[in-house]
Structure formats: structure tokens, C-alpha cells
């Protein structure tokens, strides 16, 4: 049995579809991404699992049981704010302790037993925000106002942890070592993860089960490898990477070779080579006037524009989206 | 002189003109004596400040300071669920507001005759009730305290819900949201969120109502009749009937002291905590 399922969910805005009979299901210790462009409804999917919004229609699981119609502080979920949320009026310490007065109301088995303060301080620990247990949300920078929220999450040991955008708001130089960070804490905790992002970079690199979607429909879901080499649908193949469209069916630029004197594959014309430091990216026109990219990462030979070159790429390398 | 020094130079010739030389002269009358035939003149005295320590007057500031605090108590209590509400409304936030501060249109004194139809021994409710014959005798509706805090805590409600109104404004939903999603019911993220949080404009209200209220003359003497005597009357009546101007004099500074000692405190409490509770 999935730990979360979210079964043919529906919710509309006044005059707009915001998330149209979506289902997927979550396997418990996952870090599963929703993955979308701009107003495709990964947020309101998160917040109707979070229980701030109810759906139209549909029903959402955890371990089985429904909680779609449960109010946000009966459900054994947690979120994690794309702005952190933390309480201004309270210390970092004090706002990791907030949810920890709550938890014998949602569950009784795990009541008071363990001491708070002994898993507070664990918790502070895990995000390496010991030394900063003291200051206020006002006082603490970007990336450390993030592990509190985290700590704030994960101290109450939700089924599942929800993040909006976990990233977006920190600097773009520390995204990199957060998203990391991230994944680690993730394996370290065993906590189910669901996490909404924009960035398909993101969502390939961290997640093991990525859902796309556009316009409200969850187009397709998988494991990143899967979903990255056969998508479903050309939007999906388009939003995870670049994409060459060829007669219906697509190819990757970096499964495009290029070849001065090659005997197989298509005669082209280069029109453009980008250097772009660890690949080259040539921009070339077939014979028949379609234009397809390749990235090389090793160039043997030096491409130029006008060169008469040949492009081929293997059979499994296509891509055919149904859609 | 610096370009700053120029700017606040309006402000502090306001300030001075309009607040510290009409306390200075009340300061000045309240040592002064009383004419025989009213006026004020020599020689100096304390003597008007011996006389507020008669029972009489105690009895009265105490009852004053009693009234203005349960109208104040009343005001938030009732300011701080309308400002909340005001607050949270996805739609036609402007015209609540609106409608709270509808009853400045028109001038206090037509409004506190309003109440007085209403509640008089011939006004409506009492008239209507009697008429359905749900009582026999009239309700005794007004002259005393409990219509003197009435007429208080609505004249002076807008002045609790707007700075309340004004802070509740600024907690982004998401705070609340975040608090729920932390297992806190909605009473307990009201008490732990936005009451917290709410404090330096609960503070601000309290104190507008306070100090009018500490001071009102108006209220008392329609709503309360003869029998609901505050400060505010007894001063009232030292510059009119009495004509003891130094007196009356002396009553005031007396109140302002009162007042600034406490606006101080209240100060202190709010920086205490850098705005925050
Ligand atoms: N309270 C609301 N009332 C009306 N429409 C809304 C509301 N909340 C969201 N929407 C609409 O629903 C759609 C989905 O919004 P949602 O916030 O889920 O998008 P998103 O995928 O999270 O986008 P982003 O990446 O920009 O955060 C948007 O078109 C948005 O305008
Ligand atoms: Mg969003």
C-alpha cells in the first residue's frame, strides 16, 4: 500500500481549473518531485494534501485512510513554506518547539514519552542550527531561516514532509550545496518527501519518483531516468530537456553525433557552434531545411559554421511521445 | 541651520503652540487663587492641589479610572474579533472599514442623543417591550454607569479596531496557515500567533480609548444623568457653574500627569520588546 495517494482530485477556482483529476501515489521513505512551469497547480496540489484547501472532487490517503476532508492540524503531514513562515515572535528554538505542544491531539500512541527538549536540541543538531537557537527569524540569513523550518517540520516526524519550492527563495550559488543537503537529510531521516518545484534540474537530480504537470493534469510520472528518456508526452519531453523534433518523433541534443566524414546518418550544414565550456553546442540545418542541435562534449575536431558535416543518433535514442 | 533642523521646524512650532503653552497655562491657572466673583489672581497657592485629596474627588478619579478601564477592557474585547475579522475577509475589506468608521459622519452629540431615544423610559426598546407587554414596568435603560460605558465603548470602538485592524493586517496568512499546519486548532493559533502578534496594535487601542474615556464629560453627563459623576464632569463644571478655574486647573494637570505617566509606561513596554511581545 502507497503511504500517500492522491486519487482523481479536483479543484477548481472561480472561472479556472487549478488541479483537473490528478492521481499519483507517494511510496513511504520517497522523495517524490511535482514538477510543472508557473500556475500549473503544484502548489494548490500541495496545499489541498496539507489541508488548506479542499477538493472538489477526489479523495487523498495517507497509509490508507481518507484525510481529505480533515483539517490541517489532524493530519500527520508537515509543510515546509516556500517563504519558511517562521513565527517572528519567537526564537528559532521556539518556533522548532511550536508544533511539539500540539502532538499528543494528533497522535496518542507517541505522546509525551520521549522529552521534548531532548528532541528538539536532536533536531537543531541535524540542521547544524545549534549555535542559532537563540536568535530571532528576523536575525538569521536566507539559508539558515530554511533549517528551521525544516527543524520546525521535522521534529514532529511527519508521515510526510510537503515543501513549496524548498530552493527557490535562497541564493542561487547556495542551491546547489542546499539541494544536497537536502537529499542527505532526506536519507538520514527516512522521512517521505513531496516537493514541488520548477526546476527540472532539481526534480532529476534529487528525487527518485518525479510527476509532471501542465495546466492542471499530472502528465505523466516516473523515475527521473524513465521520465527523462521516455516521456510520454512532448511536453513532458520538452520540459525536462532540450529536445530536437524530427518527423514526430524527438532526440536529445547530446544523443546527436556529428561527423565529418561519416558513411551513416543525415548531411547537414553547420549554421552556429557555441562553446559553452565543459560541451560544445552545434546548431546545424538538415538537407530537408529542419534544424536540429547537438551537444558534443569531447569535439575531435574543430566544427565551423558552413562546414558539410553528417548527423546520425542510434534507434533507441528516439524518443516517440504519444502526445 | 541643517536642512533636518528646517523640516521639523513646522512640527515643533505645532507641537509647542498647540500643546506645551496650553499646558504651561493650565499649569500656571492651577496655582493660582480664586476670585470672589470668579476670575483667578494673587497670591500663589498649593491649595487647590489640597483640595483633590478630599474623599470626594478620590472617590471620584478612582470610579473615573474604573469606568475608562472596563469601557477600554469592553472595546478590545469587542475591536479585536471585528478587526480579525476584517482582517481575514477575502472581499470588501474597504467597505468594513467603511462602515467602522461611519458613525464619525455625523457629530457625537447627535449620536449619543440617538442612544438616549433608544434607551430612555419612553424610548424605543422600552416602548416596544412594553408593548408586547414582555414587561410591565420600564427597563431602567439609562442614567447610570452601564449606560455611560455603553455610550463609551461606541464612541470609541473604530478606535480599537483600526490599529488592531492595522496590525492584524500585516500577519501574513501563511503564519496562521503554518501554525494550523503544526497541529494548533484555530482558538489555539489565535492565542499563540495572532494575539502575540497583535500586541503593539492592542496596546495602541487601549490607549486611545483610555485617555478619552478617562477624560469624557460628554457621555456621563447625557447617558449617566446626574447620577454618574466622573472627572471629566467635575472638571467641566469647575470652568463653567463653579467657576473655579484654578480648581479646575489643578484637576487637569493632575489627570495629565496621570495620563503621561501612564502613556510612559506603555512605551516602555512596547520597546521593551522591540515592538514585539
Ligand atoms: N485562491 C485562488 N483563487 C483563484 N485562483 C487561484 C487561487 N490560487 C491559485 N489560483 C490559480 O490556480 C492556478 C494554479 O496555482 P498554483 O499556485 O497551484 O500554481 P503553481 O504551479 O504553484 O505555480 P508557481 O510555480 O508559480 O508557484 C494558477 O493559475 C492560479 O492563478
Ligand atoms: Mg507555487
Known amino acids: ?323 | 541651520m541643517k536642512p533636518r533642523t528646517w523640516f521639523l521646524l513646522p512640527a515643533r512650532t505645532v507641537m509647542l503652540l498647540l500643546f506645551a503653552v496650553p499646558m504651561l497655562i493650565v499649569a500656571a491657572y492651577s496655582l493660582l487663587t480664586r476670585g470672589a466673583y470668579g476670575g483667578q489672581g494673587a497670591p500663589w497657592t498649593l491649595a487647590n492641589y489640597a483640595r483633590l485629596l478630599d474623599p470626594l474627588y478620590l472617590e471620584i478619579l478612582l470610579k473615573s479610572f474604573w469606568i475608562a478601564a472596563l469601557a477600554t477592557a469592553l472595546c478590545l474585547l469587542l475591536g479585536f474579533p471585528l478587526a480579525l475579522f476584517i482582517a481575514r475577509a477575502r472581499t470588501r475589506k474597504t467597505l468594513w472599514l467603511a462602515l467602522v468608521t461611519l458613525p464619525f459622519w455625523t457629530s457625537f452629540l447627535v449620536r449619543t442623543y440617538a442612544w438616549m431615544f433608544l434607551l430612555r423610559d419612553t424610548g424605543l426598546i422600552n416602548t416596544i417591550l412594553l408593548g408586547l407587554g414582555l414587561i410591565s414596568e420600564p427597563l431602567p435603560l439609562l442614567y447610570n454607569d452601564a449606560a455611560v460605558v455603553l455610550g463609551l465603548v461606541y464612541g470609541y470602538l473604530p478606535f480599537t479596531v483600526l490599529p488592531i485592524y492595522a496590525v492584524l493586517d500585516r500577519i501574513g496568512p501563511e503564519l496562521l496557515e503554518a501554525a494550523e499546519d503544526l497541529g494548533a486548532t484555530p482558538a489555539q493559533v489565535v492565542r499563540r500567533i495572532v494575539l502575540p502578534l497583535a500586541r503593539p496594535g492592542l496596546l495602541a487601542g487601549a490607549v486611545l480609548v483610555f485617555v478619552p474615556c478617562l477624560g469624557a464629560y460628554l457621555t456621563p453627563d447625557l447617558m449617566g444623568g446626574g447620577k454618574s459623576i466622573l472627572i471629566g464632569n467635575v472638571i467641566q463644571n469647575q470652568f463653567t457653574n463653579a467657576r473655579d478655574w484654578p480648581f479646575g486647573a489643578a484637576l487637569s494637570a493632575v489627570l495629565m500627569v496621570i495620563v503621561m505617566g501612564l502613556l510612559l509606561l506603555v512605551r516602555r513596554k512596547t520597546s521593551e520588546h522591540g515592538g514585539l511581545p
Open chain 1, 1 to 323: 500500500m502507497p503511504l500517500l495517494e492522491v486519487d482523481n482530485v479536483t479543484r477548481r477556482y472561480p472561472g479556472h481549473l487549478a488541479v483537473d483529476q490528478v492521481s499519483f501515489s507517494v511510496e513511504q521513505g520517497q522523495l517524490f518531485a511535482l514538477l510543472g512551469p508557473s500556475g500549473c497547480g503544484k502548489t494548490t496540489t500541495l496545499r489541498l494534501i496539507a489541508g488548506f484547501e479542499q477538493p472538489d472532487s477526489g479523495h487523498i490517503r495517507l497509509h490508507g485512510e481518507a484525510i481529505t476532508h480533515l483539517p490541517p492540524y489532524e493530519r500527520r503531514v508537515n509543510t515546509v513554506f516556500q517563504n519558511y513562515a517562521l513565527f517572528p515572535h519567537l526564537t528559532a528554538r521556539a518556533n522548532v518547539e511550536f508544533g511539539l505542544r500540539h502532538e499528543r491531539v494528533r497522535h496518542v500512541g507517541n505522546g509525551p514519552a520521549r522529552d521534548a527538549a531532548a528532541r528538539v536540541d536532536a533536531v537543531l543538531d541535524l540542521v547544524q542550527m545549534t549555535g542559532k537557537a537563540a536568535s530571532r527569524p528576523a536575525q538569521l540569513s536566507g539559508g539558515e531561516k530554511q533549517r528551521i523550518a525544516l527543524a520546525r517540520s521535522l521534529v514532529l516526524e511527519p508521515d510526510v514532509l510537503l515543501l513549496d519550492e524548498p530552493l527557490s527563495a535562497l541564493d542561487p550559488n547556495l542551491r546547489k550545496q542546499v539541494r544536497g543537503e537536502l537529499k542527505a537529510l532526506q536519507r538520514r531521516t527516512g522521512v517521505t518527501f513531496l516537493m514541488v518545484t520548477h526546476d527540472q534540474e532539481e526534480a532529476l537530480s534529487m528525487a527518485d519518483c518525479i510527476g509532471v504537470m501542465n495546466a492542471g493534469r499530472l502528465e505523466q510520472t516516473g523515475p527521473p531516468r524513465g521520465l527523462y528518456h521516455r516521456p510520454r508526452t512532448r511536453f513532458v519531453a520538452g520540459f525536462l530537456g532540450a529536445v530536437n523534433w524530427i518527423d514526430g518523433s524527438g532526440v536529445r541534443p547530446e544523443a546527436v553525433h556529428v561527423e565529418r566524414d561519416g558513411t551513416q546518418g543525415r548531411d547537414a550544414t553547420i549554421l552556429a557552434v557555441t562553446f559553452l565550456g565543459n560541451c560544445v553546442h552545434v546548431e546545424a540545418e538538415l538537407a530537408g531545411g529542419a534544424r536540429m542541435v547537438a551537444e558534443i562534449q569531447n569535439p575531435r575536431s574543430e566544427f565551423r559554421p558552413g562546414d558539410e558535416v553528417r548527423l546520425w543518433w542510434r534507434g533507441e535514442d528516439e524518443m516517440r511521445p504519444e502526445a
